[in-house]
């Protein structure tokens, strides 16, 4: 990813407060000169227009999911202390950045731009490929149940968490999602045969 000024990180996150407050149609030059108290010329020496300011907001969410993956220790870890570990991560990554998940767990708001779409798609299928990598490499030590394909696993996996912070974001905030987040786990690990 590429390096992004101080004022470039300002403007990719109050476009991502106006989407999870107003919805992508409220994020206008105009709306976010209000937001961050600077002109419109001013945003417009950042980032082009809109659309490179919301690809900004993507490839920023896909360099802080490979920081998560990459920064998890694996000597000594279970393939699903692995997996725990990184779900974890990401529902905390979420509970310091609420808006975030209005924006990534949206992806319906990218549809009609395909550049967008097709990066969405990007993360989607990294994030499968790199679960679906973890629960092979349980399915190999038997550590996680075989008679399932790991890419069904990984998408439940992805599917679960999606839901959990999805109904959080939908209820305004207004539960623990950490706490959540252990009793998800505690029922993966069930299913998974952990």
């Known amino acids: ?25 409220e994020l206008t030059m105009k709306n976010l000169s209000r937001e961050l108290g600077i002109s419109e010329p001013a945003i417009y020496r950042h980032f082009e227009n809109k659309q490179t300011i919301l690809i900004a907001v993507l490839e920023s969410f896909k360099h802080q999911n490979r920081l998560i993956n990459e920064s998890i220790p694996l000597d000594g870890m279970t393939a699903f202390q692995h997996l725990q570990d990184v779900v974890m991560r990401i529902l905390e990554k979420f509970t ?54 790991p890419e069904e696993l990984s998408i439940i996996v992805m599917g679960s968490v999606r839901h959990l912070v999805t109904v959080w974001r939908l209820s305004g905030f207004s539960f623990d999602l950490h706490a959540w987040g252990k009793k998800l786990l505690k029922s993966l690990a069930a299913m998974m045969g952990t």
């Open 96 to 149: 310091k950045n609420p808006a975030i998940s209005a924006v990534i767990f949206s992806e319906e708001i990218f549809q009609n731009k395909s550049e967008l779409a097709e990066m969405i798609l990007g993360i989607m299928n990294s994030n499968t490929e790199f679960f679906t990598n973890i629960i092979k490499r349980g399915q190999a030590d038997s550590s996680i149940r075989s008679d399932i394909e």
């Open 1 to 25: 990813m590429r390096e992004l000024s101080s004022r470039q990180i300002q403007i990719i996150d109050a476009s991502i407060k106006i989407i999870s407050e107003k919805g992508i149609q």
